[in-house]
């Protein structure tokens, strides 16, 4: 793996990058006028055609670095693009930044995720689309069905390695990997560069050109931070105060889902309007709380690390580590959710003395001591609102019986749902366009024939015909009509 001299072209913004004029005015109408330095670097290299490992922080524009280059290349070809990410919001807010930059060259896209139906997302693939956009386990369960097929991808991307090897997608990438073609473009980008993402690179990447924006465990350049040693029990506390010293948008973040939940109760009793994000959540209740998030309907959003890689808002003024993190490099992941873009940002770390260890793994990761702040006056505790008793079902009657047996709905055999049309995530321009410019129209393509009689008559073959006796088991290593065959 070569480094990249990191040797630009002397032109400002993004021109002198190799980038097309038509990109360059969806750019500056898009009022993006000076690249990040990931973008300056890897913009260049990936127009090319060459693998690449871009190691920068969170926030730093990373999207724009791998996309423009993407819908550029893909634009002058007939072959594919795939994006792998971690999360499902994170694959959401690729897809959304794609098309802001893709609309106008005619891009389409397929989102492939967990937590929606299989059927949409068929739909969206049989629309022959540009880029497929998945996290791995979805994937994967597109591949065993075979609706998908990778035999055209001709650029494939990995977004947050280092955060799907930590989730344990490293078999699941392994069989995508497998899938792909061997002669395509692949670029890598992690915000940490462990050893098993050097030997991911190794392994199924072509002599890549590593573009290191700064090193392992460097935190947001504009970030201040800040350390309070408090007892377990006066956290909650400690919050309360916390929220009434800052009045801008906060995002608190928790080791785990049942911490996140009360947490969240908490927040409430005190006043603040607050929403959840974690693995529990389902994707619309996920959406709902990043959208609420984003227009200031919640002022405090409580999430879990896992969740965290899809929080993508701009303007967080606070990040609070509730819960110190187990592992060092999820503290960077952290307090990056602020000072994105080149903005302003606090984050503030509540530890126990029992977690002195920690906080000295993230001192030794970010080479730089966290400032302790002596602790304030506390408010006084509050109870925390009680959660209602779950209902069960009640298995029988007020007399002893069952009660009566629900009608079953009527079947509907394929093609009687008459006015129905999947909403899948694929997208697209609506008309024609000019000659030359963006992407072609393609052709969907051909549906293959289902299996069974009829799928094989359809094929040109005969469909079996059954004698109507029942089947017969071999025993044995002779032949049928060996001493050992008879049948059952």
Same mark, same amino acid.
């Given at each position: 793996?070569?480094?990249?001299?990191?040797?630009?072209?002397?032109?400002?913004?993004?021109?002198?990058?190799?980038?097309?004029?038509?990109?360059?005015?969806?750019?500056?109408?898009?009022?993006?006028?000076?690249?990040?330095?990931?973008?300056?670097?890897?913009?260049?290299?990936?127009?090319?055609?060459?693998?690449?490992?871009?190691?920068?922080?969170?926030?730093?524009?990373?999207?724009?670095?791998?996309?423009?280059?993407?819908?550029?290349?893909?634009?002058?070809?007939?072959?594919?693009?795939?994006?792998?990410?971690?999360?499902?919001?994170?694959?959401?807010?690729?897809?959304?930044?794609?098309?802001?930059?893709?609309?106008?060259?005619?891009?389409?896209?397929?989102?492939?995720?967990?937590?929606?139906?299989?059927?949409?997302?068929?739909?969206?693939?049989?629309?022959?689309?540009?880029?497929?956009?998945?996290?791995?386990?979805?994937?994967?369960?597109?591949?065993?069905?075979?609706?998908?097929?990778?035999?055209?991808?001709?650029?494939?991307?990995?977004?947050?390695?280092?955060?799907?090897?930590?989730?344990?997608?490293?078999?699941?990438?392994?069989?995508?990997?497998?899938?792909?073609?061997?002669?395509?473009?692949?670029?890598?980008?992690?915000?940490?560069?462990?050893?098993?993402?050097?030997?991911?690179?190794?392994?199924?990447?072509?002599?890549?050109?590593?573009?290191?924006?700064?090193?392992?465990?460097?935190?947001?350049?504009?970030?201040?931070?800040?350390?309070?040693?408090?007892?377990?029990?006066?956290?909650?506390?400690?919050?309360?105060?916390?929220?009434?010293?800052?009045?801008?948008?906060?995002?608190?973040?928790?080791?785990?889902?049942?911490?996140?939940?009360?947490?969240?109760?908490?927040?409430?009793?005190?006043?603040?309007?607050?929403?959840?994000?974690?693995?529990?959540?389902?994707?619309?209740?996920?959406?709902?709380?990043?959208?609420?998030?984003?227009?200031?309907?919640?002022?405090?959003?409580?999430?879990?690390?896992?969740?965290?890689?899809?929080?993508?808002?701009?303007?967080?003024?606070?990040?609070?580590?509730?819960?110190?993190?187990?592992?060092?490099?999820?503290?960077?992941?952290?307090?990056?959710?602020?000072?994105?873009?080149?903005?302003?940002?606090?984050?503030?770390?509540?530890?126990?003395?029992?977690?002195?260890?920690?906080?000295?793994?993230?001192?030794?990761?970010?080479?730089?001591?966290?400032?302790?702040?002596?602790?304030?006056?506390?408010?006084?505790?509050?109870?925390?609102?009680?959660?209602?008793?779950?209902?069960?079902?009640?298995?029988?009657?007020?007399?002893?019986?069952?009660?009566?047996?629900?009608?079953?709905?009527?079947?509907?055999?394929?093609?009687?749902? #008459? =006015?129905?049309?999947?909403?899948?995530?694929? /997208? *697209?321009?609506?008309?024609? @366009?000019?000659? &030359? !410019?963006?992407? $072609?129209?393609?052709?969907?393509?051909?549906?293959?024939? #289902? =299996?069974?009689?009829?799928?094989?008559?359809? /094929? *040109?073959?005969?469909?079996? @015909?059954?004698? &109507? !006796?029942?089947? $017969?088991?071999?025993?044995?290593?002779?032949?049928?009509?060996?001493?050992?065959?008879?049948?059952?």
């Amino acid at each position: 793996m070569s480094p990249h001299s990191g040797n630009t072209p002397a032109e400002t913004g993004f021109h002198g990058l190799g980038i097309a004029p038509a990109f360059l005015e969806i750019l500056a109408r898009m009022q993006f006028v000076q690249p990040t330095p990931i973008q300056r670097q890897s913009i260049p290299v990936a127009i090319q055609g060459k693998d690449v490992v871009g190691i920068a922080q969170t926030g730093t524009g990373k999207t724009l670095a791998f996309g423009i280059p993407m819908i550029q290349r893909l634009a002058q070809s007939k072959g594919q693009g795939l994006v792998v990410l971690p999360t499902r919001e994170l694959a959401l807010q690729v897809d959304e930044m794609l098309h802001r930059v893709g609309d106008g060259l005619g891009l389409r896209t397929a989102v492939l995720i967990g937590g929606m139906s299989l059927g949409p997302q068929v739909a969206a693939i049989r629309q022959n689309p540009h880029i497929v956009i998945a996290t791995p386990g979805r994937l994967i369960d597109h591949l065993n069905q075979k609706t998908v097929l990778l035999d055209r991808v001709q650029i494939a991307v990995l977004d947050e390695a280092d955060r799907m090897l930590d989730m344990g997608f490293a078999p699941q990438i392994q069989r995508i990997f497998q899938t792909l073609p061997r002669e395509r473009q692949t670029m890598l980008f992690s915000a940490t560069m462990p050893p098993e993402i050097t030997a991911m690179a190794t392994r199924y990447m072509k002599l890549p050109i590593r573009v290191e924006i700064a090193p392992p465990g460097t935190t947001a350049e504009r970030v201040s931070q800040e350390l309070f040693i408090v007892q377990r029990d006066k956290k909650l506390q400690m919050l309360e105060r916390l929220l009434t010293d800052y009045q801008g948008s906060t995002l608190v973040f928790s080791r785990t889902k049942h911490g996140a939940r009360k947490i969240a109760r908490a927040v409430r009793t005190m006043g603040h309007t607050s929403a959840e994000l974690h693995a529990n959540r389902s994707l619309n209740q996920r959406r709902e709380a990043l959208d609420g998030f984003k227009t200031g309907k919640y002022r405090v959003l409580i999430a879990t690390d896992i969740a965290s890689r899809g929080i993508d808002v701009t303007g967080i003024e606070l990040v609070i580590n509730y819960d110190v993190p187990t592992n060092a490099e999820d503290y960077v992941h952290r307090i990056g959710r602020t000072a994105r873009a080149g903005a302003g940002g606090h984050a503030i770390t509540l530890a126990t003395p029992e977690e002195r260890g920690a906080v000295r793994d993230i001192e030794r990761l970010t080479r730089k001591a966290l400032p302790i702040s002596a602790v304030p006056e506390l408010p006084p505790a509050r109870a925390l609102p009680q959660l209602p008793p779950r209902q069960f079902p009640q298995r029988r009657g007020q007399q002893g019986r069952r009660p009566p047996v629900r009608p079953a709905s009527p079947k509907f055999q394929r093609g009687e749902q #008459a =006015g129905y049309r999947p909403q899948g995530f694929s /997208r *697209g321009p609506n008309g024609p @366009r000019p000659q &030359g !410019q963006g992407f $072609q129209p393609r052709e969907p393509r051909p549906a293959r024939p #289902a =299996g069974g009689p009829q799928g094989q008559q359809e /094929r *040109g073959a005969q469909p079996r @015909r059954h004698s &109507g !006796q029942p089947p $017969q088991k071999r025993r044995g290593r002779f032949p049928p009509d060996g001493p050992m065959y008879r049948p059952w």
